[in-house]
């Protein structure tokens, strides 16, 4: 097996760890996000210098699914896994329905320079950008008609550059996560959106198609989002 590898993690169930439970999954999502996105690197520490190399996401009730081009460690905090290549054998045409989490955005460049010089450029959450060019009162109840929107046109221009084509999508939920370890005052706080979408799909070039899953979709990939579940339809 040389990877890339598909792992499901479990929180240990012994006594030392649930223990420590509220500390490693606890029930605010702020906090659980930020706890899952630090536990996870227990499973990928051997190498102090290596960057996140593998996307997650999480299933709930302590489960991860995680795609990574090492396989996961031992950990005293996970059951014992065995990881699995990811190598899906697909060709052009090949119909699947997916599950993404994903935050969807645009890069827009500011005009300025950042410190080291390079172009400074901003992300723009697109269902925010969306809600924000309608009235204050008009916002919340077209929240998830935009969340629709978005999803399908961001998906469409993904497939059209990834080698697939969006056959339907539907967004099950839309919502905004604060950027952990914010420590001033809240306004201004940094925030991302996360998009929860399914749907199907058809493949029209293999390659770069999987090549993209395992890169993965969207910004904020440290924090569980990112990563494409795909079956056959």
């Known amino acids: 097996m040389s990877g890339p590898y598909l792992s499901r993690l ?45 996307l997650w996401r999480e299933e709930g009730r302590g489960t991860f699914l995680v795609l990574s081009q090492r396989p ?16 899906p054998a697909l060709k052009a045409g090949d ?7 994903v935050n969807a955005t645009r890069t827009v460049e500011t005009g300025r320079k950042s410190i080291g010089g390079k172009p400074h450029k901003v992300h723009i959450d697109l269902v925010m ?5 309608l009235p204050p009162g008009e916002r919340a109840p077209e929240r998830m008609k935009a969340a629709q929107q978005v999803a399908e046109q961001w ?8 080698g697939f084509h969006l056959d339907e999508a539907a967004v099950n939920d839309y919502s905004v996560r604060a950027l952990p370890g914010w420590t001033a005052q809240r306004k201004g706080q940094p925030q991302f959106g996360v998009l929860d979408v399914s749907g199907r799909l058809s493949v029209t070039d293999p390659s770069a198609f999987i090549a993209q899953i395992v ?14 579940l795909i079956r056959r339809s």
């Open 10 to 54: 479990r929180i240990a169930r012994n006594p030392q760890v649930a223990a420590l439970a509220q500390l490693l999954d606890p029930e605010h999502t702020g906090q659980r996000m930020d706890a899952h996105h630090r536990l996870l690197w227990s499973a990928f520490s051997g190498n102090p210098d290596a960057t996140r190399d593998y």
């Open 72 to 87: 996961p460690e031992p950990s005293l905090f996970f059951e014992p896994v065995e990881p699995r290549e990811f190598s």
């Open 95 to 101: 119909r699947l329905a997916f599950a993404l989490r």
């Open 129 to 133: 950008d969306a809600l924000h060019a």
């Open 155 to 162: 998906l469409a221009r993904q497939g059209h550059r990834h």
């Open 215 to 228: 890169h993965g979709f969207g910004r904020a990939k440290a924090f569980g989002c990112g990563l494409m």
